[in-house]
């Protein structure tokens, strides 16, 4: 009796893991501060609800940006929220057969990177 082995290849590996970590993680963030900050900024601060009376003073707002940690912070929610969407426009334009991968990818991907990029720019502008 012959006995045969099944050799499978090794799994092909993509980034698709990177883009997907990127697209958890930003949902997670939208789906826990995002409603609270839209709260905070949007009805609050200009309200006067609920917050001290020089909470949205520029001299405030610019010590909070100005300070390492909050840059990070920043940086982080501002990245992931651009890496979520273009994760979900992304995946409705493939879905929708809009184009070339490629392009796609490029399009949703690459705004992404490009407005991280320039988000980071703008809060190292800022100073310390």
């Known amino acids: 009796m012959k006995q045969t082995?099944?050799?499978r290849p090794a799994p092909k590996r993509t980034n698709a893991p990177v883009f997907w970590l990127l697209f958890g993680a930003?949902?997670?963030?939208s789906a826990l501060f995002g409603p609270a900050l839209?709260?905070?900024t949007g009805f609050m601060m200009p309200r006067g609800w609920?917050?001290?009376a020089n909470?949205?003073?520029y001299d405030h707002v610019l010590a909070f940006a100005q300070n390492p940690f909050a840059k990070l912070v920043l940086l982080a929610v501002i990245a992931l929220f651009f890496w979520h969407g273009a994760e979900r426009i992304f995946l409705t334009l493939k879905d929708m057969r809009a184009?070339?991968?490629?392009?796609?990818?490029?399009?949703?991907?690459?705004?992404a990177a490009?407005?991280?990029?320039?988000a980071a720019v703008?809060?190292?502008g800022i100073g310390f």
């Open 114 to 118: 490009v407005l991280t990029l320039a």
């Open 50 to 52: 609920g917050l001290p």
């Open 38 to 40: 839209i709260v905070i």
């Open 99 to 111: 184009g070339p991968l490629s392009i796609l990818r490029l399009m949703t991907y690459g705004v």
């Open 5 to 7: 082995t099944l050799v």
């Open 26 to 29: 930003g949902g997670m963030l």
């Open 122 to 124: 703008v809060l190292l």
């Open 55 to 57: 909470f949205a003073d």
